[in-house]
C-alpha cells in the first residue's frame, strides 16, 4: 500500500538545526512532486516548500525562505527537508505529501513527525 512515513522530529534548542526525512513506498516516487507542511498547535496547514519529481525544481513559503531546504533522493524514495535557525514559531508536526501533477491534488500524506523547540 501506499505510504509516507515522516521521522527525524523531535526537540531541538531555539537557532539550531534538525533534518526530517520522509520515506515513500508504495507508488511511483519519481513522477511525483513532494511537498512539507506543518501544522501548529491549533492552527491549519501550513504549505512550507515543494520539489519536483527530479529535485531541479525547488519553490517555497516566503516566510521560510532562507532557513528551510527541501531536498530528494529519488534512489532512497526520501524526501527531507533541513531546518536552520529554528524559531519558536516553528514547533509543529511536519507532513510530507505527494502530488502526481502541478496543478492535481495532493493525494498521498504521511502520518506526520513533531517538532518541538526548547529555549
Known amino acids: 500500500e501506499v505510504q509516507l512515513v515522516e521521522s527525524g522530529g523531535g526537540l531541538v534548542q531555539s537557532g539550531g538545526s534538525l533534518r526530517l526525512s520522509c520515506a515513500a513506498s508504495?507508488?511511483?516516487?519519481?513522477?511525483?512532486?513532494m511537498s512539507w507542511v506543518r501544522q501548529a498547535p491549533g492552527k491549519g496547514l501550513e504549505w512550507i516548500a515543494h520539489?519536483?519529481?527530479?529535485?531541479?525544481?525547488?519553490v517555497y513559503a516566503e516566510s521560510m525562505k532562507g532557513r528551510f531546504t527541501i531536498s530528494r533522493d529519488n534512489a532512497k524514495n526520501t524526501v527531507y527537508l533541513r531546518m536552520d535557525n529554528v524559531q519558536d514559531e516553528d514547533p509543529a508536526v511536519y507532513y510530507c505529501?505527494?502530488?502526481?501533477?502541478?496543478?492535481?491534488?495532493?493525494?498521498?500524506w504521511g502520518q506526520g513527525t513533531q517538532v518541538t523547540v526548547s529555549s
Open positions: 505529501a505527494a502530488k502526481a501533477a502541478v496543478t492535481g491534488p495532493y493525494t498521498h
Open positions: 508504495g507508488f511511483a516516487f519519481d513522477r511525483y512532486g
Open positions: 520539489i519536483n519529481w527530479n529535485g531541479g525544481s525547488t
